[in-house]
C-alpha cells in the first residue's frame, strides 16, 4: 500500500518506518524537508520524502500528524484527502495535575469536518511511540489494543489490516463519534505513564471464553436504568 505521511513528527515518523518494514511504500513529508529526509533515511527501503503536499499526493492512505492544525493550512490542495483513509491519533496535552476536560468533540471529528470529502479513522491514540519500536518483532502475545473509529466500515478495514501487520490487536470501535472515548481512554493510559515516568506499557483487549453455567448466579434483573437493550448499566 502506499502511505503517505504528512508531518514527520514523532508519531509519523515511527508509523512511517514501521509500515515500510512491512513493505508498504511510505512517503515522508514535512514542511522542513531536511527532517522527511532524515526520516526516511532510517528506512532501509521502500522510503521517499518531500513535502506535505507531496505525500499526500502520494498515499492511498494518509497519516496526518499535525495537531489542531486545519489541512487547509498545512496543505497547497487539500483537497488531494478527497476519497482518501486519512488517519489521526490526535490526544489533548496532559494537564500538570491531570484533570483532563470531558472530550466533547473529539479531534478525529474535528478534523473530518474540516475535510469532509475525506475518510477520517482514528487509530494509535493509546499506543506510545516508544511502542512501535517493538513493531513487527516482538509483540506476539502481549495483545497491545489499537482502539479504530470512523465513519466508513471499509476505511476502518483498511486501517485494521495496517494495524495488525505491525503485530498490535486491532479493536474496531465503530463510528467515528467513539473518538470522544478513544481519545479519553489515551488520558487514561497517558496519566498511568506519566505516574509510573515510564511510555512502556498500554492496554490489551481481551476476549474472556465465556463460562456456562454461571458459577456466581449470573447476571440478574438489575433495577438500575439500562444503557442498551444487550449491554450492562454497570
Ligand atoms: N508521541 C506519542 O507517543 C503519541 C502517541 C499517541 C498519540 N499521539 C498524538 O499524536 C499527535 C502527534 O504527536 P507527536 O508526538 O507526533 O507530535 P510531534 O512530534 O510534535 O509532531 C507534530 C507534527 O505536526 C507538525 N506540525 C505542527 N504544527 C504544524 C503546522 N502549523 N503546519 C504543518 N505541520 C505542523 C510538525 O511539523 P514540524 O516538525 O515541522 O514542526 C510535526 O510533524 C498528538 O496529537 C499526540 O497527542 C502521540
Redesign the pocket.
Known amino acids: 500500500m502506499k502511505i503517505g505521511i504528512v508531518?514527520?513528527?514523532?508519531?509519523?515518523r515511527v508509523l512511517g518506518l514501521a509500515l515500510a518494514e512491512r513493505g508498504h511504500q511510505v512517503f515522508f513529508g514535512?514542511?522542513?524537508i531536511e527532517?522527511a529526509r532524515q526520516a526516511a533515511q532510517i528506512g532501509t527501503s521502500n522510503t521517499f520524502f518531500g513535502d506535505?503536499q507531496q505525500a499526500a499526493e502520494f498515499g492511498d492512505v494518509i497519516y496526518y500528524?499535525?495537531?489542531d492544525?486545519c489541512p487547509a493550512?498545512?496543505l497547497s490542495n487539500p483537497d488531494v484527502l478527497n476519497g482518501k483513509v486519512v488517519v489521526?491519533?490526535?490526544?489533548?496535552t496532559v494537564p500538570s495535575d491531570f484533570s483532563f476536560a470531558p472530550v466533547v468533540e473529539s479531534?478525529a471529528e474535528t478534523l473530518q469536518s474540516q475535510i469532509p470529502e475525506a475518510q477520517v479513522v482514528t487509530a494509535?491514540?493509546?499506543?506510545?511511540?516508544?511502542i512501535f519500536e517493538h513493531a513487527n518483532r516482538s509483540l506476539d502475545g502481549l495483545n497491545i489494543a489499537c482502539f479504530i473509529a470512523g465513519d466508513q466500515p471499509e476505511a476502518r478495514e483498511t486501517v485494521a489490516q495496517l494495524v495488525a501487520s505491525l503485530g498490535f490487536t486491532p479493536v474496531d470501535c465503530g463510528e467515528l463519534r467513539q473518538a470522544r472515548l478513544i481519545e479519553s481512554a489515551?488520558d487514561l493510559v497517558r496519566m498511568l505513564l506519566y505516574k509510573q515516568k515510564s511510555?512502556w506499557a498500554s492496554f490489551s483487549f481481551t476476549k474472556i471464553p465465556p463460562l456456562q453455567p454461571s458459577r456466581l448466579g449470573g447476571r440478574q434483573a438489575s433495577s438500575l436504568t439500562r444503557a442498551t437493550t444487550t449491554g450492562s448499566s454497570q
Open positions: 508531518g514527520t513528527g514523532n508519531m509519523g514535512a514542511r522542513n527532517k506535505n500528524n499535525p495537531r492544525v493550512d498545512v489521526e491519533s490526535h490526544n489533548g479531534r494509535f491514540n493509546t499506543i506510545t511511540q516508544e489515551a511510555p
